[in-house]
């Protein structure tokens, strides 16, 4: 999972580079990615889905979809903070 954060961090990171978000600011597992008055909008979350996935496939050899019926249906949002994210990305990893 160590390995996954990390990944999901410095993706977070790329993305505040990019766009400028001040919430997203050296990253943390708590950072508020699509959740709360801090959130990214929603063409930047599909922005950082794209570059995880392709992250994910780079250093893991996997292909795994985050953007499915399946993440989006669940009570709690995986998208809501980098840990989150995390832990729906280590999940499909392990499936």
Do not use: C
């Amino acid at each position: 999972m160590e390995k996954v954060l990390a990944l999901v961090t410095g993706e977070v990171a790329t993305l505040n580079e990019e766009l400028g978000y001040d919430t997203l600011e050296n990253p943390t597992a708590d950072t508020a990615v699509f959740s709360g008055d801090d959130a990214i909008d929603s063409l930047s979350l599909v922005t950082l889905i794209v570059a995880l996935e392709r992250a994910v496939s780079e250093q893991f050899g996997q292909t795994v979809s985050l953007a499915d019926e399946k993440a989006m249906s669940q009570k709690n949002s995986p998208y809501a903070t980098v840990g989150s994210l995390a832990a729906l990305i280590a999940g499909r990893l392990e499936e």
